[in-house]
């Protein structure tokens, strides 16, 4: 979208008057070309000058002054040019400035990219959100995205709450940007899961494919496939290897476990399904679980490792206490 307001406004005027050359027609249709939003663009400008006869006796407006501050709105990020515009010019760019204003002033103001939509996890039903940009993002139970309509033309912003797994559309020149509590997480173009629902500042990102910056307020970290940032409860930042193979389990539905000590085997699967847990008997946290689970609920996770172990699992208010003897 870099290219959506590189139109001269001589040539726009004479279009939009229906003078123009079929020179500036080609033109038109070039600049049409650049960007698909050009187009929707070039539509609500006609809807303002239709919508413009209805002004046509203005006799005093300061044209210039007025213009130019149009042109900031629509083309915030142009070098400033001076137009010499004849009087039946001036008035036409009049008249569309004022009806432009009616028409498109929350769009242009502030070179706003949108309202502001969120979706929750429980309204996608499994599925992928889809944003603006074809980027995909899987929500977990719980948590929730915000992003614009229409991603403004220098960068793709969101905002997340929880968790969420994201394959982002790559666009080398328009950066995406996840918030998340206090940290960023910029991307041009790759695959991640990014974990802020815990309570308190700790977060947790784990690179798939491509190369994100992660930044903090004091700390910046890149990362590359296969590496974990970890932001723990006293807000102090670690990179490492992520050596967890089971923490995108609430996405794919698959936990697998190989001689996994039982405390990190609770670690997952409460991460996978959101429950609470506690163990008894601090001895069975060591005990180790090889088995593997595709699909399953959780009370059929639990009613496994109840016949593994010879143990008992109750639920109480939501979380589940693990009772037995240890190994």
Known sequence: MKNRSTIDEHLLLSYLKGEATEAELQQVEAWLALDEGNAALLNKWKQAWRHADAMADFTTIDVDKNW???????????????????????????????ATVAFLGREFMN??????????????????????????VWLKEGSSITFPEEFSSKEREVILKGEGFFEVAHNPEQPFIVKA?????????????LNA?????RIELVLITGKVRFSTQEEVVVLAPGDQVVIDEGGKLSKKENS????????????????????????????????????????????????????ESIENVLQAIEALFDIEIEENNGAYIIKGNGC
């Open 244 to 295: 967890n193979g089971n923490f995108l389990a609430w996405k794919t539905g698959t936990l697998v476990f190989e001689n996994t000590p039982m405390k990190q085997v609770m670690e997952d699967i409460a991460n996978a399904y959101g429950i609470g847990y506690e163990f008894e008997n601090t001895a069975f946290m060591n005990c180790p679980l090889t088995t593997r689970f595709e699909n």
């Open 181 to 193: 509590k206090q940290t960023e997480t910029r991307v041009l173009g790759t695959s991640f899961n």
């Open 68 to 98: 130019s501050q149009v042109q900031g709105k629509i083309q915030p990020k142009q070098a400033k040019q001076v137009f010499l515009l004849p009087k039946i010019w001036r008035v036409a760019a009049a008249i569309l400035l004022i």
């Open 111 to 136: 070179n706003s990219a949108g309202e502001m939509q969120s979706l929750m996890a429980a309204s996608l039903n499994g599925e992928a959100a889809v944003l603006p940009d074809g980027s995909q």
């Open 197 to 201: 629902s815990q309570e308190g500042e």
